[in-house]
Structures are given as structure tokens and as C-alpha cells.
């Protein structure tokens, strides 16, 4: 059966990258917010060092990350290799695995946009906050997150439409396996692959409009706000 001239199979790949955008995006934001605060202010040397290793998804080709994470959470890897001697799973090929993936490679897109709105924001409201007997709860739900909101949409909007395109990491980490770690972006690929020009067509035009929609969003949301972000 087909939906707007797109396979069963074909949005069952759908599903599988926006649940996987969706998660993605919802733990980088929760991960990313203490690290970018302090990479906002701190002045210890190693932040460069930091700085650096957040950047670093930016300038490597995918296919390496997939690769080290392939061996990373593979049988015989770190992660993989211990949690099978504890009689779990290994992480490879699995949802999970892709999930890890791709929160490491949109890293840059959450924590420098964070970065720059803390930065934007300073400390004079904290310190007004907390002469008025502001809790560190209080700072945070009160001051910080209204002030730094647009940095936040910025983050999202921009880790959510980066996932959706992911391609090299995820097929490295998932290996396209069909209904379970094949995204829409792997199964264009095979449509390829195939000589299915029609079928990739019609998922790359819906990868396409959902990705400008996004940063038209993002876009209109600098000019309004004037917050500083990474842009792709």
C-alpha cells in the first residue's frame, strides 16, 4: 500500500529518522546545556582543547565516525565488548546505536548555539537574580532559559534537520537493516542503488521541503532575535 506515491517500506524509514530526530535532539538538549554554559564562562585553558572536540564532527567525514563508533560499540569494542560480558547486547546495528550516533554528530549544531546565547545573556542577570534571593533552580527555570530561549530554538531546529539528512554515521552504525535501523536517507540511497529514480525522487523532495521548512524557521528566527548560531 502507498501513501502520496511512497512505499509502505518508504515511511516506515520516515518513522524511523523522525523518531530518531525526535530523540536525538530531546537528549542533546538535555546533555548539552551544562557544557555549553560552561564553555560560555569558563577560562580555563582546556576549553580550547573542549572547543575542539565539540567542533570536531564539522571537519571529519562521517564515514570515520561511523567507523569508530562501529568498533567503539561492536562486539569486540569498549562499550560493545563489556555490556555482551554483562550479558546484554552490543550497541551495533541496533536503534540505539544510531541514536548515540547521531546525538555525537550533531553535537556542534546544539552546544555552539547554546554557547553563543549564554554568552549574549551574561552574568549581570544571574547576579540580580541572586540579590533577590534567586535560587540556582530558581536562576535557571526564571532567568536563564527565557533569556537564552532563542539560542535553545536555534539548537533544536538545527540538530532536528541535521539528523535528517545523516547518512555516512548511520550507515556505518545501523548497516540500513529494513524496519529496524534503515532511516530515509539510507533507503534513498538503495532506491539509487536499484536504478528506483522515481521512489528516491519522492523521499528526497520530502527530506528536501522538511529541511528548508526548518531553517526558514531558524532563519527568521536570527533576524527577530539577532541570536548567533552555527549555520550549516
Same mark, same amino acid.
Given at each position: 500500500m502507498t501513501y502520496f506515491g511512497i512505499s509502505e517500506a518508504d515511511w516506515a524509514a520516515l518513522q524511523l529518522t523522525l523518531r530518531l530526530a525526535l530523540i536525538s535532539t530531546a537528549l542533546l538538549l538535555v546533555l548539552c546545556l551544562p557544557l555549553a554554559w560552561w564553555l560560555a564562562h569558563t577560562q580555563r585553558r582546556i576549553k580550547v582543547v573542549v572547543e575542539a572536540l565539540v567542533a570536531l564532527p564539522l571537519v571529519l567525514p562521517p564515514t570515520v565516525i561511523g $567507523?569508530? @563508533?562501529? !568498533?567503539? =560499540?561492536?562486539?569486540?569494542?569498549? /562499550?560493545?565488548?563489556?555490556?555482551?560480558?554483562? +550479558? #546484554?547486547?552490543? =550497541?551495533?546495528?541496533?536503534? *540505539?546505536?544510531?541514536? !548515540?550516533?547521531?546525538? !555525537?554528530?550533531?553535537?556542534? $549544531? /546544539?552546544?555552539?548555539?547554546?554557547?553563543?546565547?549564554?554568552?549574549?545573556?551574561?552574568?549581570?542577570?544571574?547576579?540580580? #537574580?541572586? *540579590?533577590? %534571593?534567586? +535560587?540556582? @533552580?530558581?536562576?535557571? /527555570? &526564571? /532567568?536563564? @532559559?527565557?533569556? &537564552? %530561549?532563542?539560542?535553545?530554538?536555534?539548537?533544536?531546529?538545527?540538530?532536528?534537520?541535521?539528523?535528517?539528512?545523516?547518512?555516512?554515521?548511520?550507515?556505518? !552504525?545501523?548497516?540500513?537493516i529494513p524496519g529496524q535501523t534503515q532511516v530515509a536517507s539510507i533507503a534513498i540511497y538503495s532506491h539509487v542503488e536499484a536504478f528506483d529514480h522515481a521512489s528516491a525522487h519522492r523521499l528526497s523532495l520530502f527530506l528536501l521541503l522538511t529541511a528548508f521548512a526548518l531553517l526558514v524557521c531558524v532563519y527568521a528566527l536570527n533576524k527577530r532575535f539577532r541570536v548567533a548560531g552555527i549555520m550549516p
Open positions: $567507523f569508530y @563508533l562501529l !568498533i567503539l =560499540l561492536g562486539p569486540r569494542g569498549a /562499550v560493545g565488548g563489556t555490556l555482551e560480558r554483562l +550479558g #546484554a547486547s552490543h =550497541l551495533a546495528f541496533t536503534f *540505539t546505536g544510531l541514536v !548515540i550516533g547521531s546525538m !555525537i554528530y550533531s553535537l556542534p $549544531f /546544539v552546544v555552539q548555539p547554546l554557547q553563543n546565547a549564554f554568552q549574549a545573556m551574561g552574568r549581570r542577570p544571574l547576579e540580580v #537574580a541572586a *540579590t533577590l %534571593r534567586a +535560587g540556582p @533552580l530558581d536562576r535557571l /527555570v &526564571s /532567568v536563564v @532559559l527565557p533569556l &537564552s %530561549r532563542q539560542g535553545l530554538l536555534t539548537a533544536a531546529v538545527l540538530s532536528f534537520a541535521h539528523t535528517l539528512g545523516e547518512f555516512g554515521v548511520l550507515l556505518m !552504525i545501523g548497516g540500513g
